[in-house]
């Protein structure tokens, strides 16, 4: 039975692996329109130095968007906006350090943030890990949930009153997550969200992206309830050409270069959905849509399943420290 818990996960995420795959053979990638310029918008941008983050980041900042690239290595964030701002001086990207691995880090870049009195008019939630090997948050959270999910999850609750103050009813401020299509055969178990009695990385993952989905249509609820002009919305990017499959084993590695070269998607190609849901004229005021390759459609049957999106937001706010709905922060 144990053997079966870690084979079955993995052999569900390499199905739909194969799925996307096949997918993107037949099918071109999403090209981007030409977009308004966004002059005086603000946008952050987590794991904005490299990959699909970065092309994101790159693509804002060339129309006319302040973007600030959060990510924990300084090396490579300042890396990214000297390259950024070598295409043109006049673009405006800085860096700013963030550990998504850290609720601590978070409520620190959230407060050095804030500080600063910029507004915010997008938030993309891009950074991410991988199959990693099973390792744990500094808070003790098993990575996968704690960095990809939890991490996104609180960092996007404290910066909600700046985007919902940020935002107007004919400019919504934007929140926009990336998820995977691994979502689709994921299985969240609300009583062992760490993945502690059977440890499986193709397992752990897709429940992330999964939790993601739930919450991003969860969070669309609130806002729409209280009528906050900010739309939340999820991006599946496709199988994209990134450093996250280097945790892949030998040779499930030695397979997928070639195989990567020729039908996976280049970073530019797998952000163009997220930089079409941040900026598209078409998704002013469009909230709780699950996109990919430029289309919406239909995620998981589970991510519509309004009591786990209510019992993962509430666990989710225990987790994480935020007071009960309903009261005030201190």
Not at 159 to 178: E, P, W, Y
Request: with cysteine; proline share 4%.
């Amino acid at each position: 039975m144990r053997l079966l818990k870690l084979i079955w996960p993995v052999l569900k995420v390499y199905l739909v692996g194969l799925k996307v795959l096949l997918y993107q053979i037949f099918n071109k990638p999403f090209t981007l329109p030409v977009f308004p310029k966004q002059n005086g918008r603000v946008a952050i941008v987590t794991g904005g130095a490299k990959g699909m983050g970065y092309e994101t980041a790159r693509c804002l900042t060339s129309l006319g968007m302040h973007v600030v690239i959060a990510g924990n290595s300084e090396e490579e964030g300042l890396a990214a906006v000297k390259k950024i701002q070598e295409e043109d001086d006049e673009r405006k990207v800085e860096f700013q350090h963030l550990n998504l691995a850290s609720l601590k880090s978070v409520r620190q870049f959230v407060q050095a943030y804030k500080n600063r009195a910029l507004p915010l008019h997008v938030l993309v939630n891009n950074a991410g890990v991988m199959l990693v090997p099973e390792t744990k948050t500094q808070d003790g959270f098993e990575l996968h949930f704690g960095l990809n999910y939890l991490g996104h999850f609180l960092l996007t609750n404290l910066l909600l009153d700046t985007l919902k103050q940020s935002g107007r009813q004919d400019s919504f401020a934007r929140i926009v997550t990336i998820s995977s299509a691994t979502h689709y055969v994921a299985d969240l178990d609300l009583e062992d969200l760490q993945s502690r009695s059977c440890y499986c990385a193709h397992g752990a993952y897709s429940q992330s992206k999964l939790a993601l989905v739930l919450f991003t249509y969860r969070l669309q609820e609130e806002l729409t309830s209280q009528g906050f002009p900010v739309t939340a919305n999820a991006v599946d990017p496709g199988m994209v050409d990134t450093d996250l499959y280097q945790n892949l084993c030998g040779p499930t590695q030695l397979l997928k270069r070639p195989v990567a070269r020729l039908f996976f998607r280049t970073p530019a190609e797998g952000a163009s959905t997220a930089i079409y849901a941040a900026v598209a004229p078409e998704m002013e005021g469009v909230g709780s849509c699950y996109l990919y390759n430029g289309q919406r459609t239909r995620s998981s049957d589970a991510s519509y399943d309004e009591d786990l999106q209510v019992q993962l937001w509430r666990l989710s706010r225990a987790l994480v420290g935020l007071p009960v709905e309903g009261k005030r922060a201190n």
